[in-house]
């Protein structure tokens, strides 16, 4: 059976419809073809829940971040004519908020450091997100010959759960990560980190 939901909903649809025609020439009693038709529509229902979730998700990220880009745009030359008036004072940007913290960070520079280990639900990466939102995570493994984007996590640590690649038994997987803040890559791309699993 295909391990992804997507190629296992074809698969179902194809079983479901071929079972029909052969379970009984296969030795199967109705009841038993009657027991996976419903298996295979619950899962078929849940999956569409969760496709369908996903979508409302996506859908939700992207109006938060346009409705975020907004409000700093409209806020921040704002915020600069707050500054620039005469009656400001240090006293009123702290209470307003605007005055940020120093920041010691070479942002050109910065580049996360990672820490890789293999464990039974799949490999941990472990990272400090410094003053930054979090980390793209990219990452290849096996035979690919490109690195792919994996993840984007702000909250450390982020699991890998996937399965090997053609259900090998060890497979080399290498990692590297770059920091992000506000939608926006910072900085450089981490060292690869390389771990068989």
Do not use: C
Not at 54 to 78: F, G, I, L
Not at 92 to 112: C, M, Q, R
Not at 158 to 170: E, F, K
């Amino acid at each position: 059976m295909p391990r992804r939901d997507g190629d296992l909903e074809k698969w179902e649809d194809n079983f479901k419809k071929k079972l029909a025609i052969h379970g009984a020439t296969v030795g199967l009693l109705p009841a038993e073809i009657t027991g996976s038709d419903a298996v295979i529509d619950a899962h078929k229902l849940s999956f569409l829940d969760v496709v369908t979730i996903k979508e409302t998700a996506r859908s939700k990220v992207a109006a938060n971040n346009a409705n975020k880009n907004a409000m700093r745009d409209y806020v921040r030359p704002m915020v600069q004519r707050i500054k620039n008036h005469p009656n400001y004072t240090e006293e009123i940007g702290k209470d307003l908020g605007i005055i940020g913290p120093v920041s010691t960070i070479d942002y050109s520079t910065a580049k996360p450091v990672l820490k890789v280990i293999k464990g039974a639900g799949g490999v941990t990466i472990d990272f400090n997100k410094s003053e930054f939102d979090g980390i793209k995570i990219f990452s290849r493994r096996g035979n690919e010959t490109e690195f792919s984007f994996l993840a984007n996590d702000t909250n450390p640590p982020y699991l890998d759960t996937r399965a090997n690649l053609n259900s090998a038994d060890a497979e080399l997987r290498e990692y590297y990560a770059v920091y992000y803040l506000n939608d926006d890559t910072i900085g450089l791309e981490s060292e690869v980190y390389k771990i068989t699993v």
